[in-house]
């Protein structure tokens, strides 16, 4: 019973597979280019969190000076 709900569940959120003809190249391609933009956004956003959360503390230290 828990197998079939697992199954059905990865089927709607499973990555379509290959397409045939000659755009398929192309089409993985881009899929996978989109996905290291994204992860490389995510890193960017996480860099700037940080920088972020850094200067916020730093600020109010000197303020004490």
């Known amino acids: 019973m828990i197998n079939i709900t697992r199954h059905a569940a990865?089927?709607?959120?499973k990555r379509s597979g290959p397409e045939n003809g000659s755009d398929a190249a192309k089409?993985?391609?881009f899929r996978s280019r989109q996905?290291?933009?994204?992860?490389?956004?995510?890193l960017a956003?996480?860099?700037?969190?940080?920088?972020?959360?850094?200067a916020g503390t730093v600020a109010p230290a000197s303020f004490f000076r």
């Open 35 to 42: 996905a290291l933009r994204k992860r490389e956004m995510k």
């Open 45 to 54: 956003e996480m860099q700037q969190r940080l920088e972020r959360r850094v």
């Open 27 to 29: 089409l993985r391609d």
């Open 10 to 13: 990865e089927g709607l959120f």
